[in-house]
């Protein structure tokens, strides 16, 4: 009546929500799921307190025994679980894209992806294992536009403390620690701690007592949370895991009803689709953000995505309309007001400079002559006053400074510097974790493959090749 689970894990999830349930014992799980079954015209089942302790001990039941789980602790719990929270396998809407846009689907979405990470930590089997692209990712992702919270007041749908604005501000605060630590060190090494806050919001969502408008604030919060845990995947290099912790997020943002959120989880997803190569995505995805949130964009949510527009126009090689992009992003730059928009805080005049930069360094390597040199010089300018404007604390974006500099030397075959800025980006690292930079790293090796006869040249790719796998 059950099958061996693939790693055979213990069932953590399971043992604490029978924990919840006055600590209920094996024997009593096994009675009370039986009995459902009967009630329910399933018999045979075979459950007893072997059966159980084989559960806990990481065997996966066949259905119908999962839902029975489900409804026996949900019951005895109080609490609405979903097969995310015991550790079975169930309904795998949450488990893919197609997660519906309601309540339930947001808390049962977010759930399942931190705790399959926190648990589980799946090996990947290369950058895009199970990254979805395409009408794939983009047409289930329309809903997004239209998708309005539930309308019904949870306060008196069951027992349990009340929760308001003081528990929204210190999530808030919460995350805006989180987001230092990640500016500060890169996703790798923070990682775990946020996917664990992550899932103590999602339990308080689930257990507590807050009116409509208090649990809009709270999903608001989990997204802005949530997008700061896939972030921080992404940033490790799980990509996989990291684009489904993304949408999920994205659906507590509509159930937040935080378009401002949705879009700047949106631009999130935009960057990693451009890091793997899905240029095309990536521009979806903004235009999405942009039309989306198109009542409720600030200027600097306004700016940044048309700066991220206008740097990915130029990997396609559209440059005068990347050009026209980057120029939409300084109109709307003039117009930010401070502390308008929080979580876009790391997107002030240096982060503009930067990604502007980086589009007229990419737009040079598809010219030739004075046009390529006109590129390199406006990227060179930009980015040279990113770096000298970056926060301290904006360490890893320090580095992709200085490795987007080091590109740009070589897109106008200034070797000498860009073997300088690759040694000012690699000391920049040694207090960063972060596989994007070791990705961008990769690059910037293969660019400086001509140059290889070159001592610069062989300098740059020797210092690259000492701390990355350029394989």
């Not at 015209?41 to 119908?64: F, M, Q």
Request: charged residues 25%; contains cysteine.
């Amino acid at each position: 009546m059950g099958r061996p689970r693939g790693d055979q894990q213990p069932n953590a999830l399971l043992q604490h929500w029978m924990n919840r349930c006055d600590g209920m014992s094996r024997g009593r799980l096994a009675r009370l799921v039986t009995a459902r079954g009967v009630e329910q015209g399933i018999t045979g089942l075979g459950t007893d307190e072997s059966r159980v302790r084989a559960w806990l001990k990481g065997s996966v039941p066949r259905e119908p025994v999962p839902r029975l789980i489900l409804e026996v602790l949900s019951a005895e719990s109080g609490v609405a679980l979903s097969y995310a929270d015991i550790g079975l396998p169930g309904d795998t809407a949450a488990d893919g894209i197609r997660t519906p846009w309601t309540r339930t689907g947001a808390l049962a979405a977010l759930t399942h992806h931190v705790r399959r990470e926190m648990m589980l930590h799946d090996s990947r089997t290369g950058p895009e294992a199970s990254v979805h692209t395409g009408n794939d990712l983009l047409e289930p992702l329309q809903e997004w536009v239209v998708a309005r919270p539930d309308a019904t007041d949870p306060s008196d749908r069951r027992p349990g403390r009340r929760i308001g604005t003081s528990e929204v501000e210190s999530i808030r605060l919460i995350t805006s620690t989180f987001r230092d630590l990640d500016n500060r060190h890169g996703g790798v090494l923070s990682r775990s701690a946020v996917l664990a806050q992550t899932d103590a919001v999602l339990d308080m969502l689930k257990t507590s007592v807050y009116t409509e408008a208090s649990g809009r604030a709270l999903f608001s919060a989990a997204a802005d949370l949530g997008s700061v845990a896939a972030w921080m995947t992404f940033d490790a290099g799980r990509h996989a895991i990291a684009q489904h912790t993304f949408i999920a997020a994205l659906h507590a943002a509509a159930e937040g009803g935080d378009k401002r959120i949705g879009a700047h989880i949106l631009q999130c997803m935009a960057r990693q689709m451009s890091h793997l190569g899905h240029v095309e995505d990536a521009l979806d995805l903004v235009a999405l953000a942009q039309y989306g949130a198109r009542r409720d964009l600030t200027p600097t949510g306004t700016s940044m995505l048309a700066a991220l527009e206008a740097r990915f126009l130029a990997i396609l090689g559209r440059i005068s309309d990347s050009d026209a992009a980057a120029g939409r992003a300084l109109d709307a730059f003039e117009h930010v007001q401070p502390d308008e928009d929080p979580h876009l805080s790391f997107f002030d005049l240096p982060e503009l400079q930067a990604t502007l930069g980086m589009a007229h360094q990419i737009a040079a390597k598809h010219l030739d002559g004075a046009a390529r040199t006109r590129q390199v010089q406006r990227s060179t300018t930009l980015v040279e006053a990113a770096l000298a404007g970056r926060p301290d604390h904006r360490r890893r974006s320090a580095a992709f400074d200085h490795l987007g500099l080091a590109r740009t030397h070589l897109a106008g075959g200034e070797v000498d510097g860009a073997a300088e800025e690759t040694a000012r980006c690699l000391e920049a690292l040694s207090t960063i974790q972060s596989q994007r930079v070791a990705d961008r790293l990769v690059e910037l090796h293969r660019e400086a493959d001509p140059f290889a006869d070159t001592a610069p040249g062989r300098e740059l790719r020797e210092q690259i090749s000492q701390l990355v796998d350029t394989g």
